[in-house]
């Protein structure tokens, strides 16, 4: 009786596995999608609003944030044409305000009862992401079932919900960005492809029932083709760069189509489902015609075109097999002619639409094959190539990466086992062999590379089970009463192969630890501060100068596409200069417009300006952009000839990062080379001299001058702002323990001793680091370390004209105008200004004013940054140990009007003066300089004693030929 009592337990537990799997797979499924999203949205509350501000995951999410409140605004119609970014000509902003924005901003409306909040629609913007990689569980599920049976969908789904890789990360809350949308659209498109074929090859279409107009027999085909060409509309309405499911599609049907002719098959049905289906995409994508032109990213002429082509090519290669027939040529000749007539194809293409030829071309290499990426995808951290692929893979997807190669490998083979082969079979491993080959091109295309392998292994996991004859799909009662000691192992160990790397304990990290590891983007954190000043401190857009036209740039106004794509920006209207990461969070932060963006817009002639090696070629270079000239490689001359237009640059905004490790990138897109930018300097390192590579050139550029220098010596640039959260900026090089020469940067408040705001330690640390680079000696951080705000706001003027005369100016006199300020923060710098006494006269142009009269309801800066006392102007000569005689002195005031407008201001001299420090000379944080030597031996101190824990004291600038321990952690990679 117990052995009785104990089997029926047994059969009792299998018979409530076999209801779960048999007859409820859709609860599996619905609890694998509730993981899914609650994995992705456990961490929501650190994305909600401060203060009515966003807080997201990263830069693009912003901009959807922006579009989103757009389309919120304008329901339902998005944004035509975008006049906030692109300064000075505005941008099509084509795969921002998408489907993907309709969607968010119909559920806020449903939430909201047709008037939703901006806090509704803002944690509806935040829970559309997860929810939408949770319903791609949906059709992955049915892609895996009619691959594998309903195990194999289930396996699918299982394994999409416990990859914590790329998929993941881009689909949690915070993430507001059209990758999720993506994938689930994708994985739509593809399913809705394999319902169609799977219905054409069972009611198999031809050719002689359009003849006989048998409406009737073509009705159930036609109608899944036309539904799986409105998926695959769906999937580019999302996001216009789904051109790349086409383009796979179409090597599919080529392929397919040629193998079906020459095993027998009659290409009809086939070409069938692609003239019908691509032929619904072509007009559906026809019908979104927004920008005229083959940009990849627009909604304009190349989607409807090639899906157009797609479709005719399928009808063509059914007709030629059936010219082919009619001719009785060897059928195995039919794929040699179709690869001819495709290379024909494409070198007809390329005479007479050679734009789509070369889009095409141009994005095949860079996106879907590793073969030559564009500088600007490599200067794009998320579009560059995996460093290991396999690696990589292993991370995201542990075995099931090498599993879904054998699955795809036994769906090849199937014939060979006797089973039939569908044509949905060969789309799969075309998208999949697709897929792979955009995951080792592009990183984060590894956020697709998760759909093909969760239905590669539903193959896999469906072929073993019915190999050692478990058939879940019969009577799953029967075959569990059945099953044998091996049968229960091999499944076992399929089930460990495929999920123990995903599970604790062998998972580095699952998907419920990686939910909790998200938050908000720390560039998008450091520049708030600085974006919210600049919308507070300076003039609206279109009210530069005062000229009152700020509401003809409403923020969240309708403005029709130009037709040259160059809006006509009213008088007042300026620009802002940054890289182009940050323009995102310029144009929705600080909201104020941009000259570069992450749409790669500009990125040359901003990278032109901030790698400019004077103030002369900046200038030449911001003149030849209002003009609409190319700038980069053009000689300073010849932009100086151009007649810059009314549409200026009035800001210019740098962070470490910039400064730091976006250098390198910065090179790239206007050259030269970063490694040009490195000279040879003598340091001392461990009491030898020795020489090292020294970043000459780089403190040439204009980016080192206004970041690093706080525009000292410049005539028409001033700091108005700086963040009060510091960086250390440095140059790393081989030959002291360092990597290669490079430029790096690390935040004070990232897992550092510091607190990062202003105050007595991280002062401390600021003349540490100036005193060993005055002497000439590296810190742990490298050479050349500085202390610097995290971010820093420069404004564009005309500059005051000081000018004065001296009866008797000594010989190769200088004259000088230095003046003291004060930023927010409380640090405390001079500004220098010289040129040379000519014939016993000087002229010297400088940008910071001594009052601060004007703000922004005078169109002008209500700049953050203070003169302390008025212009000390003097004349004199050099003089020993970094000093200068002076020979005449007077001081003088300048007013922010003649800064802003450029007015001339004389200044009386009177003879006589002392011996001062070289007024160019670095300075401790209280202005005092350093490494100079005015009547005493030992030079002057190295700033505040009051070092805070974490630094040991060095006695200040007297040890500075000794070891200066400055105690941060080594420089981060």
Known sequence: MGGDADRGNGSSDRAWVVDVIEEYPLIIVALAMGFMFRSRARSYERFLMNDGEPALAGVDPWYHWRTVRWTAEHYPHTMPFEVWTGFPTGRYVGQFGTLF???????????????????????????????????????????????????????SVLLLALFSGEFFRRTTAGQLDHTAGEVLFMSVAVLALMVALGVAERYKPVYEQLLDKDWRGLRTPALYAVAAGIALTCYIWVWPSGIVLIGIVGIFFGVHLTVDYVRGVSPDHVAFVGAVALGTAAVGTLALLEEPGTSITSFGYLQPITAALVAAGSLFLAALARGWDRQGIDRRLYPVAVAGLAVAGLAALAVVLPDVYETLVSNLTSRLLPIDPSTGTLTISEAQPPENFRQRSLEDFGMAFYTMFAGLALLLARPLTGRPYRAEYTLVIVWAAFLTSMAMTQVRFFYYFALPIAAGNAVLVADVTRLVRVEFDADLRETLSSIETYQVIAVVLVVV?????????????????????????????????????LRGNSPEPGNYGGAGNADELEYYGVYDRPADG??????????????????????VQGERIPHANPFQQNARSAAAFLTAQSERRAEAVLDGISAREPVVDRPTEELESVEPGDEEMRYVMIDDEMAGGKFGPITRWAGPSYGSYFGQGEYTVDGEERFLPAPDDYYDTMLASLYLDDANGLEGYRLVYENNDYAVVSASVSGIGLDSARFDNLRLRDGT???GEWNAQTRSFYD??????????????????????SVKTFERVEGATLTGSVGDAPANATAYATVELETAPGRVFTYTQQAEVK????????????????GTEDGYTDSSVEATGDYEVFVGTTGENGSVEQAYVGESAVPETAVVEGEGIDVELEAGGETVPDPTAETTADGEPIGVSVGTESGNESGDSESGGNESDDGGANNVGGAVDLRLPSRVP
């Open 566 to 587: 160059d809006f006509d920006y009213p008088e007042g209207a300026y620009g802002v200069m940054s890289w182009w990461d940050y323009g995102h969070l310029i144009t």
């Open 839 to 854: 014939n016993g006269s000087f002229e010297l142009t400088v940008p910071y004013a001594t009052n601060d009269e004007l």
């Open 497 to 533: 192969l495929l999920f123990a790397p995903l599970v604790p304990p062998l998972a580095d990290t699952t998907a419920w630890e990686a939910g909790d590891q998200t938050g908000p983007n720390s560039d998008s954190m450091v520049w708030d501060g600085a974006n919210e000043w």
């Open 753 to 755: 001793p510091l607190s």
């Open 768 to 789: 540490r680091y100036t005193t060993a680079r005055v002497a000439g000696e590296p810190t742990n951080f490298g050479i050349e370390s500085h202390v610097v705000s």
């Open 101 to 155: 924005d309709q969607i968010i901003v119909t559920v806020a409306m449903v939430a909201g009862l047709g008037d939703p909040s901006i806090e509704t629609l803002y944690l509806v913007a935040l829970l559309v992401v997860p929810a939408m990689a949770a319903l791609t569980a949906v059709p992955i599920y049915f892609v895996g079932r009619r691959l594998g049976g309903r195990l194999g969908g289930v396996v």
